[in-house]
């Protein structure tokens, strides 16, 4: 059954630039170039204290802006650029969906015993907070707009024994994020947390 979890967002400042006209500029030495089609891949691991683990893939997407969008990584540094366009902004928004669900936990945070897994009312718990980051420097993302949450089931794959099985769930929930102004070289930083303030995961989404 759907049920909605609840986010906290902070509040942004983005920081606006003037619009540019600049084409690619002539390099030819290139040493990698990253291909954006599709959008901005998320990938974050994370844990509870004394509790379960878990995994976040997601991916930030926008209409038509990462259609075509390269980042060009060079001798003399690197640029975004869609064809013949250099790129500098983010467009107007970024759409985010996630998807979390458990994850074997690494060495130093295994407890032993009887392994434990996720709930809704543990993850209902997490209180997200969105940042833009450039160099060291977080600043709060605002403006952001919780989207469509629910919960999925997850069966096992040996169906005539699941009744040996705990259940086990997959989290899926959405968000907008205004992103006009901001420039390609920041990030954009997730933070996790428990309520007693503890950072259960962390990650970016970055060009």
Known sequence: MPRRLAYLAAVAFP????????????EPHHEKIWN??????????GSFLS????????QATAPDYFNN????????????????????EFPAQLHLSFVLYD??????????????YLTNSLVGTLRLRFYWKHGMALRPAGGVV??????RRV?????????????RFEWEFEFD?????????????FIFRTPDGHIAARGAARL
């Open 15 to 26: 920081l606006l630039l003037a619009p540019s006209e600049l084409v690619v500029p002539a």
């Open 36 to 45: 954006y089609d599709g959008g901005m891949q998320v990938t974050m691991e």
């Open 155 to 167: 069966m096992p794959f040996l169906t005539e024994s699941k009744d040996g099985f705990p259940e």
């Open 177 to 189: 994020v205004p992103s006009v102004g901001v420039p390609v070289t920041d990030s954009l930083v």
């Open 51 to 58: 509790g379960p683990c878990f995994r976040i893939n997601g």
């Open 103 to 116: 994850f074997p936990c690494e060495a130093p945070f295994r407890s032993a015993g009887t392994p434990t």
């Open 146 to 151: 919780p989207g469509s949450s629910h919960v």
């Open 69 to 88: 969008l390269k980042r060009v990584d060079t001798l003399g540094g690197s640029y975004i650029h869609r064809g013949e366009e250099v790129v500098t």
